[in-house]
């Protein structure tokens, strides 16, 4: 009976082992650590981008240029020549102008993109379109890039300024875009004037 009872303790531990060992939080298939967070870095994961983009140019230039010119020619030797009065041409030249240029932009959004493809060294590449429409209008924001995986944040985020090869395209269409647009008119007019 004792036998019986050791063997039958025996069991039950192993029941409760195999047990608690199916319930565990970690699974030996994950292949994130327990120690590092969740960052995108294979085919079909998801990024998240941050877009900070501003640009700002200037341009100036002067010109001032100026040319005097005098010539004169006397009376010469012989008795014809000597005759001849004297001649003389004075004149100048004048050019002043100035010009200047400037241009400022800024683009700042948040988006999700999806990993495409892994690259031999391990570098992301990544392709997301956000759309949104209000009403009629409707905004589209298409980016695509490469990520190194060190420029990637702990949070899973990626500023674009650091997307190597970034094309960022943001588009407009509805009623409050077209308002934007110069009319047939006024494209004529500018052509003609």
Not at 163 to 176: E, F, K, L, M, R
């Amino acid at each position: 009976m004792v036998r019986t009872y050791v063997v039958a303790t025996i069991a039950s531990l192993v029941a409760l082992m195999t047990t608690s060992c199916a319930e565990s939080l970690w699974q030996a298939s994950s292949q994130n650590s327990l120690y590092s967070d969740r960052k995108a870095s294979r085919v079909g994961d998801i990024l998240t981008v941050l877009i900070v983009e501003s640009a700002s140019s200037s341009s100036s230039a002067s010109t001032d240029a100026k040319k005097d010119t005098k010539t004169e020619v006397g009376p010469g030797a012989g008795p014809i020549i000597k005759n001849i009065p004297a001649l003389s041409y004075e004149g100048g030249d004048q050019l002043k102008a100035s010009g200047s240029t400037t241009r400022t932009s800024k683009f700042v959004a948040k988006m999700t993109v999806t990993v495409k493809r892994v690259t031999e060294n391990g570098n992301l590449e990544i392709e997301g379109t956000r759309v949104v429409q209000t009403n009629r209008d409707k905004e589209e924001i298409k980016l695509t890039g490469i990520v190194r995986p060190e420029d990637i944040t702990p949070d899973n985020c990626v500023y674009s300024t650091a997307i190597a090869n970034a094309q960022i395209t943001h588009t407009g269409t509805g009623p409050v875009s077209s308002r934007q647009k110069e009319g047939i008119i006024t494209k004529l007019l500018r052509i003609l004037f």
